[in-house]
């Protein structure tokens, strides 16, 4: 497969579910929005953004799989090649006005994360990695920051259920607001992921995710020089259950902190 040639023409399905998103930014009614569990909101934005890449990826790749969030198709993580797609990540934003969602597609080869694309749909901006190339913002190569965990910004996000681990996340959170620069929770983690790609964040860390909202960006970190781990700086982090992305210094001063509150 010429990755550089798939990534190409999917970033066009990619834009194109963007802008169906962007075209129906504040004007979802309140009686089209389902409360999928408590906090966890979905309309048929997340699922028509959803079947627009599925029949765009699927002319890409005929006999590809998918894991999708919200299931417009058959989940099929067995091929050899699969689609990993969150179609709308920070939907709470999106529906509550607030300009901080992103498209979220990532392609697994053989067990392997190599291609990842993260489009900021309000700012047009298409993050995007290859495995082994690096990492870019539209045609920008992108890096992370080196700056100390003392100037440190730091994003991290909470589970939808507000009462999970509430104490370690609040311990956590402690640690990082007095020992980093500040602390930040803007509602979409692969967005927030590219924020750490691009130098904008130093540092981001959340639970209880699922693989879309993830796969690309946590490549689209490493591609930029950065260090992706689950809380205890293993490579389990794909599966969305821990992760800590920053750079090498701000990553091992939060992996510390963050593995004294999560056990394993
Ligand atoms: C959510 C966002 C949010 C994170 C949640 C995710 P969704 O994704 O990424 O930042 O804190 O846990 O589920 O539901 O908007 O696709
Ligand atoms: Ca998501
Ligand atoms: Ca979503």
Redesign the pocket.
Known sequence: MNYQNILSAASVIVKDAGHFIKEHFGKVRIDEVIIKEPNSLVSYV?KQAEKILVSGLTSIIPDAGFIT?EETIAQNQNQNAVWII????G?TNFLHGLPYFAVSVALRVNGKMVIGMVYDVMADDLYHAILGNGAYRNDTVIGVSQKPFTDALIATGFPYAHNDNIDANLEVFKYMLTHARGIRRYGAAALDLCYVAAGKLQGYYEGRLNPWDVAAGGLIVQEAGGVVTDYNGGNTFNSGVQIIAASESVHKMMQKNISLHFKA
């Open positions: 997340d969030e969150d179609p709308l990540d939907t």
